[in-house]
């Protein structure tokens, strides 16, 4: 129920103010936290309340009671977030549980609360005697949100909130650095790390000493023992792409698009991912789940793959996007078809009226993919059976990709790409077709360009 108010709540006081709730895994995960901890809690778990609860109940709040129990002075709150939830006002939502609100006029305590994104957290470096949440950790490296995150934990109570905390011991450093485990960086490296001496930038070898890395883990990270009511079915949907076209590219090093060579490791996997991407078969698969779902979410990397779905606006007339272009919300219709660029928007929102993902190509990082999957998984979607199909090919950077994320890792170019640079320089190359569409390997390019007028010469 909402808060009845008796004229002016600041001065004449509260009535009828029902009590914070929380579900049984929430509460007993308030009870282990403390400050300095990770709270780990899978996509749609409530760490959000559940963060918001164990700094209630540190100043004097009690949840899971028929009444709400006010705070007692408690410190102003500052939520570092991602600047999709800072704008979506989520965390708002989550504080108006808690009769809390960042507008003051709202706000039935005298404390300020601030929601900013972690691209602002240099703006809060110099704040004092405050508590601070950190939602879906950034911290990793030693960067410039690592050395602002130094001096607001040195002064502050915090907490951090992550879905993923960390693969690898460097992912935890700068948080085990806060805690006071370590004095620094170099203090953490001397002790623990093994680097690669062969290599010209600073590359892993190996951890070392371990065991009291695992202890100071578990000392700060605290898991919710979340058990999900869905069901999540994935499903690999295999589709074409142009083999001749990838061939060129694979063999010759060639930018069919722009008509030149092919300058490093990061163009060449681009080039390849747009001809497979870009098949009409991708489009055609679409076009059939849309048959059989009324309402999806479609994720993608590329520009070039929103002009292709942008197309299904025949099928559906109600798309929207959320990108780097456009912040649209979902349509309220009975069929829909929602666009997601994958670093716009794989966290920070939610949505329980689909049960419906495709991904029409794959992010290179395992915790973009999870995070992307998570935006349907929610305590409160009232579907039982979730549905995930993944747009793949047989290409080999299809596969790769797929290789890494199946290790929970991040694909790489350069290893993809190991041996482009001892490839052959562009003059002693040869396209792969001559002038009767027969395969060939030894035509000179300066001889295929005249003849052929839609190749550009890329020795002139």
Request: charged share 25%.
């Amino acid at each position: 129920m909402g808060i009845r108010y008796a004229n002016n709540h600041k001065s004449l006081g509260l009535y009828s103010m029902a009590g914070v709730t929380l579900r049984d895994y929430q509460e007993d995960a308030v009870k282990r936290m403390k400050i300095g901890c990770i709270l780990n809690g899978g996509v749609g778990s409530g760490k959000s309340r559940t963060a918001i609860a164990y700094y209630y109940t540190q100043y004097g709040g009690e949840v899971n009671v028929p009444n709400y129990v006010r705070m007692i002075n408690p410190p102003d709150l500052y939520i570092i977030t991602t600047a999709h939830k800072r704008d979506l006002f989520e965390w708002e939502g989550e504080l108006a549980n808690f009769y809390m609100s960042t507008d003051p006029t709202v706000n039935i305590y005298k404390n300020k609360i601030v929601v900013d994104s972690w691209n602002n957290i240099k703006k809060y470096a110099g704040v004092k005697n405050s508590f601070f949440i950190f939602d879906e950790q950034r911290l990793v490296g030693y960067g410039a949100w690592v050395h602002s995150f130094f001096k607001i934990a040195a002064q502050n109570k915090w907490i951090l909130l992550s879905a993923t905390p960390g693969d690898t011991w460097s992912d935890y450093m700068a948080v085990f650095i806060a805690n006071g485990f370590f004095k620094n960086k170099t203090d953490f490296q001397k002790k623990h790390v093994v680097f690669n001496p062969y290599t010209k930038f600073p590359s892993v070898l190996k951890y070392v000493n371990q065991g009291p890395l695992i202890k100071m883990r578990k000392e700060i990270l605290i898991d919710m023992d979340f058990k999900r009511k869905t069901i999540p079915h994935y499903e690999t949907l295999m589709v074409k792409y142009d083999r001749d076209l990838y061939d060129i590219v694979e063999r010759k090093r060639w930018n069919i698009y722009e008509k030149r060579p092919i300058e490093n490791a990061s163009e060449y996997c681009y080039i390849l991912h747009r001809i497979v991407n870009s098949d009409p078969d991708r489009l055609q698969m679409i076009k059939n789940l849309f048959e059989v779902h009324d309402k999806i979410i479609i994720f993608y990397n590329y520009d070039y793959e929103l002009e292709i779905l942008r197309t299904l606006k025949d099928l559906c007339p109600n798309i929207a996007e959320w990108n780097g272009h456009n912040h649209q919300q979902i349509p309220d219709t009975d069929k829909w078809i929602y666009l997601v660029q994958y670093t716009a928007g794989c966290e920070g929102w939610n949505c329980i009226t689909t049960d419906t993902i495709i991904f029409y190509s794959q992010n290179y990082s395992y915790k973009v993919m999870q995070q992307a999957a998570g935006r349907i998984d929610r305590v409160n979607t009232p579907f039982v059976d979730l549905y995930y199909y993944y747009l793949k090919s047989s290409s080999k950077i299809d596969k790769a990709v797929s290789a890494a994320l199946a290790r929970k890792k991040k694909f790489n170019e350069k290893d993809f790409c190991q041996k482009f640079e001892n490839r052959p320089r562009y003059e002693q190359m040869a396209l792969p077709l001559s002038n009767d569409d027969k395969k060939t390997d030894n035509i000179d390019i300066t001889k295929y360009c005249e003849v052929n007028s839609s190749w550009s010469n890329p020795l002139k």
